[in-house]
């Protein structure tokens, strides 16, 4: 990400910084449909982030693709056109992040997006039709959104269901579990968290998962969010890694390092 990027996006999440509850919701998903539409066009996102194009230019083809959305929302995509950006590509990841960030912010304390995100993401691995009806490139976005809501209606927010439908009916390159976790580390970060995902052979108890949290927290210098993954072929202990630190203490790994001390 470069400098015009990261300029752009701390501004628009100070544009966001005062909005909760329901508005932050419908900003979310009216942003999520707007960074839609623009990528699918590449002369649209060529055009909204030529520096040559006027600011007056801007905001009249904003104003005219999404004249039914919230004030608020073509306001912010007005000043989001404006402002300079690496790339056109991270003009529409920065509005999908910060749709993100608005359907964040619109959650109670004890709702824990992430989780249910990590959760989600965690099924659809497991599940190789699943994640094929879900990810696959080539699937009608209408159809992936209305299993994902038949698959989680009642079992999960508001706002998971928002980030979850925009995601599978983005065009991209990666596969939806990376989309997932990807977001996950947005609403994460939203609430001022790190991300830890732990890998264990069998499942640990919220107790151990508290107590784990904590001494990450105490370590990291910040909260810390945990992504359970349970991986029988670990043999025992955990695999930490938040970020690019890992810290691997699976019994699996001890073996392969005592194996290649022998062969020495």
Known sequence: MGSATRGALDKGRAALASTSGATALTIGEQLFTASRVISGSRQLRSILVDPSTEDADKATIIRNLFGTQDERVQDLLVSLAQERWSSPDDFVTGIEELAIRATALSAGKDL??????????????????????????????????????????????????????????????????????????????????????????????????????????????RGVSINQVVDPSVLGGIRVQIGDEVIDGTVATRLDQLKLQLVG
């Open 112 to 221: 824990s997006i992430e989780r249910e995100l990590f959760t989600f993401a965690a099924a659809v691995s497991s599940d190789s039709d699943l994640e094929l009806a879900v990810g696959s490139k080539l699937g009608d976005p209408a159809g992936k959104l209305a299993l994902v809501q038949r698959l989680l209606e009642g079992k999960a927010s508001p706002q998971t269901l928002a980030i979850l439908g925009h995601l599978v009916q983005r065009p991209g390159e990666r596969r939806i579990g990376e989309h997932i976790r990807y977001a996950a580390r947005i609403v994460a970060d939203e609430a001022q968290l790190s991300v830890a995902t732990v890998t264990s052979a069998a499942p640990l108890d919220d107790a151990q998962l508290d107590k784990l949290a904590a001494a990450l927290g105490r370590s990291n210098g």
